[in-house]
């Protein structure tokens, strides 16, 4: 059995204080498909002239949710108020569950803006259950040797198992809810079908390229395929050329969501307790060395 496709929703170039990105969620058709709440594809280039942390995104908080960085080219440099300072390359991913509050900047390395270099990334915002809010924050990074990665039956897709479990391998981020992300890539015609843990929201984010998903036709590159999830099944796709998509699946948290900028809570009297702690100083201090 093949989950059919419920949507096909087109990034669209939003403004974010000057700052334009591709938003493929939330959109007016959905506002989120739990536990995921927001996808971005941004791509920035850097200039030498003028120093790497003036450039990017600077300071500003979080609670309640993990933001997570896949950096598809370029160099991320997170920085944030517990201390954490890291570079994350091309093929690596920033996973930062914000918790009970966070502050961190997102910039180009100094390396990226002396060469006037050019980063993309998707960001994808993922809740964490309300039990689980108020925790302390925590910063994964993985490279691209800390990603257990398998093959598609035929060779020609390569893998990343960034979070979950599937089949025998197992991935190694520690995560607030039940997660399945796989982030693939193919150099040239193949197919593959993946396996849907049950009762999970299963979306797909097409980065780069085309692909056929089995069922519903061929689909472009900057576009979220968010498929059904009344029936239980696979996923199955092929390509006739170089494709690379990140595969997001999640069981939902099914409750009650209060979003509010950067904060994400159950209650709208949560999301006024963050913005006061932030305004104290409570989420920590952040200076960009």
Known sequence: MHKSVKY?????????GGIIVKQALPTQKIDQ?????????????????????QQGIGPHPHRGFSPVTFVIRGEVHHRDSRGNNQIAKEGEVQWMFAGAGII???RPSADLANKNGTQEIIQLWINAPADAKMEQPKYQYKSGTDIPVFPSSDGQFSNKLVAGNYGDFKGNIQAESELLIIWSQSKSAGKQSFEIPQGFNAMLYLIKGSLQVKGYGKVGQENLIIFDNSVDGDIEIS???????????GKPIDEVVVKQGPFVMNTTTEIMVAMRDYQMGKMGILIEE
């Open 8 to 16: 096909l929703l087109p990034a669209e170039d939003i403004d974010m």
């Open 104 to 106: 961190h900047s997102e």
């Open 33 to 53: 498909l739990d536990p995921f709440l927001l996808l971005h594809h941004a791509t920035f280039t850097y200039t030498k002239d003028a120093p790497a942390r």
């Open 239 to 249: 390509t006739e050329n170089a494709v690379e998509f990140v595969l997001l699946c």
